[in-house]
Structures are given as C-alpha cells and as structure tokens.
Nanobody, 110 residues
Framework: QLVESGGGLVQAGGSLTLSCAGS????????MGWYRQAPGKQRELVAF???????TYADSVKGRFTISRDNAKNTMFLQMNSLKPEDTAVYYC??????WGQGTQVTVSS
C-alpha cells in the first residue's frame, strides 16, 4: 500500500528525489517518514513529518535532505542533495511505523 520510487545510482555530491505513493488511508496517519537500512546495519530514521507539518531529521542528513508530504495527492517525497557514499542504503517509507513500502535502493559512488 506504500510504493517507493526514485532510487538509483548517483555520484557523491549528486542529488536524488524519492517518492512514496500510497492509498488515502495511509496518509491519514499523523506521522509519516523515511527510514534507511545499509548492509549489515540496523534500519535507522532519516526523517519524519507530521500531518501538522512538524519535521525531524537525523543529524546525519540535516541540511542535505528535505522531506515533504502532499496529503491531497497521497504522496511523500525525500529530496536528497549533496549525497555521500555513506547514504548508500535501501530507503523505506512508512506510515505511522505500521505500514511500510518495499524499499528503493540508493547507491552513492565515491
């Protein structure tokens, strides 16, 4: 019910925009966010946004990533700039930590 897209291979310093599309019921959750999981590591928070517009970012992405959601279009975005090799991971969107997408791979080459 959540589908991510927009991942790919990019050079360090480049940009990507991830999208998360879902049904309307998904976007009724107050908190929606992005997580990522690198090989051999635990899944970690990237950013989340509430329905009221409150946003929280992981320290590692502050100033480089921007999260946004459009409830009218049932879509959430993650704009990623100044990408680093350590951003390489599978990125997942979540609605309330209850529903998860299948993930999209982001690979940043040095």
């Amino acid at each position: 019910q959540l589908v991510e897209s927009g991942g790919g291979l990019v050079q360090a310093g480049g940009s990507l925009t991830l999208s998360c599309a879902g049904s309307g019921s998904m976007f009724r959750f107050n908190v929606m966010g992005w997580y990522r999981q690198a090989p051999g590591k635990q899944r970690e928070l990237v950013a989340f946004v509430t329905s009221g517009g409150r946003i929280t970012y992981a320290d590692s992405v502050k100033g480089r990533f921007t999260i946004s959601r459009d409830n009218a279009k049932n879509t959430m975005f993650l704009q990623m700039n100044s990408l680093k090799p350590e951003d390489t991971a599978v990125y997942y969107c979540t609605a309330g930590l209850v529903h998860w997408g299948q993930g999209t791979q982001v690979t940043v080459s040095s």
